[in-house]
C-alpha cells in the first residue's frame, strides 16, 4: 500500500489561506469517506484535526476545513495563523481494512 | 482526562525484539480499537497495526507482517506491540493511538525505537 501523495511544503502569510491536497486511489480515498488530518509539531502528540473527510473535532478552530472530490482530498486553513506551522498529514483507510498516511505537508507561515 | 502512555522503546541491534506499552487511562478502553503509528526519522506517518476491542481481530502494513504482534489486555487498560527481527528501518518513535472508525482521535507522545549495531 502506498502512501497518499501530498505536496512536500506550503507556505503562505498571516491571514491567508492555503490548501494541502492529498491523493489516493480508488482503494483509498475514493472508496470512503474515512479521511482525517493530523497536526504534527516537533516532541508532540500527533492531533486530529479533521475526520470523515469534513468534520472538525471540539475545540478545532473553525478555520480548518476539508473536503474530497474522487480520489483527492483537501485541507483548507483559511485565515492562516503562526501556530498553523506545522507538518500536516491526511490519512485514509483502504480496501484492504489497513489505514495508509500521506507523504506529509511542511506549512509555512511567512 | 485521556492518556495514552507509550513505554519500552530503546536501542536494539538488527534481529533483536523488543516490547512496547502502552498504559489508557479517562476512556471505556474496553470499548474501543487501538492502534500503533510509527514515524521515520525525518519522515513521515506510517501506520503499523491495530486491534479490535476484544482483541479478536487484528491487521498489520505489509512491512511487519510476521514479525510484529499487536495485543491488549482488557483488565488492565493496555495495548503491546511485540517487534521481532527488528531491522535498521523499523528505527523511529512509534505511537499509540485511540482508534473510531476510520480515524484516529487521541495520540500518545511515542516512544523511541533505535535499532542499530
Known amino acids: 500500500q502506498s502512501a497518499l501523495t501530498q505536496p512536500a511544503s506550503v507556505s503562505g502569510s498571516p491571514g491567508q489561506s492555503i490548501t494541502i491536497s492529498c491523493t489516493g486511489t480508488a482503494s483509498d480515498i475514493g472508496n470512503y469517506n474515512h479521511v482525517s488530518w493530523y497536526q504534527c509539531h516537533p516532541d508532540k502528540a500527533p492531533k486530529l484535526m479533521i475526520f470523515d473527510v469534513d468534520h472538525r473535532p471540539s475545540g478545532v478552530p473553525d478555520r480548518f476545513s476539508g473536503s474530497k472530490s474522487g480520489n483527492t482530498a483537501s485541507l483548507i486553513i483559511s485565515g492562516l495563523q503562526a501556530e498553523d506551522e506545522a507538518d500536516y498529514y491526511c490519512s485514509s483507510i483502504t480496501t484492504s481494512k489497513i489505514y495508509v498516511f500521506g507523504s506529509g505537508t511542511k506549512v509555512s507561515v511567512l | 482526562e485521556v492518556q495514552l502512555v507509550e513505554s519500552g522503546g530503546g536501542l536494539v541491534q538488527p534481529g533483536g525484539s523488543l516490547r512496547l506499552s502502552c498504559a489508557a487511562s479517562?476512556?471505556?478502553?474496553?470499548?474501543?480499537?487501538m492502534c500503533w503509528v510509527r514515524q521515520v526519522p525525518g519522515k513521515g506517518l506510517e501506520w503499523v497495526a491495530n486491534i479490535k476491542e476484544d482483541g479478536s481481530e487484528k491487521y498489520y502494513v505489509d512491512s511487519v507482517k510476521g514479525r510484529f504482534t499487536i495485543s491488549r489486555d482488557n483488565t488492565k487498560n493496555l495495548v503491546y506491540l511485540q517487534m521481532n527481527s527488528l531491522r535498521v528501518e523499523d528505527t523511529g518513535v512509534y505511537y499509540c493511538a485511540r482508534q473510531r472508525p476510520g480515524y484516529f482521535d487521541f495520540w500518545g507522545r511515542g516512544t523511541l525505537v533505535t535499532v542499530s549495531s
Open positions: 479517562g476512556f471505556n478502553f474496553i470499548t474501543l480499537w
